[in-house]
């Protein structure tokens, strides 16, 4: 099994930056599987659906973004440490949300932004910004 683990949340003021870590740890991954997993994150505000926020490909670190953080995040990845991150600025109120960090272990090419593409999930961090 694979557990994931994110951490880093907090309130914060608009226009201030953020960084989110998600660890993966478990009997079932190593850092040799991990580097073939695809990592995403997500994030789900309150009344909303969960909505596809970035991810990094396992093969050659190609990332994907949604528009509305297109340039003001960024998905970063370290194997040997089995963690990826999440950098955010000029954050917005309306980026107030819970986060999920997200493992697709299919090695498809393709980065996926549906959540039915991901295999493993966190329990999510809490990220508030203030006006």
């Known amino acids: 099994q694979v557990q994931l683990e994110e951490s880093g949340g907090g309130l914060v003021q608009a226009g201030d930056s953020l960084r989110l870590s998600c660890t993966a740890s478990?009997?079932?991954?190593?850092?040799?599987?991990?580097?073939?997993?695809?990592m995403a994150w997500f994030r789900q505000a309150p009344g909303k659906e969960r909505e596809f926020v970035g991810a990094?490909?396992?093969?050659?670190?190609?990332?994907l973004y949604a528009d509305s953080v297109k340039g003001r995040f960024t998905v970063l990845r370290d194997n040997a440490k089995m963690t990826v991150y999440l950098r955010m600025y000029s954050l917005r109120p309306e980026d107030t949300a819970v986060y999920y960090c997200?493992?697709?272990?299919?090695?498809?090419?393709?980065?996926?932004?549906?959540?039915?593409?991901?295999?493993?999930w966190g329990q999510g961090t809490q990220v508030t910004v203030s006006a």
């Open positions: 478990g009997r079932s991954i190593s850092t040799r599987s991990f580097s073939s997993y695809s």
């Open positions: 997200a493992a697709d272990d299919s090695r498809m090419v393709r980065l996926a932004s549906e959540m039915g593409k991901y295999d493993y």
């Open positions: 990094i490909s396992w093969m050659s670190g190609n990332e």
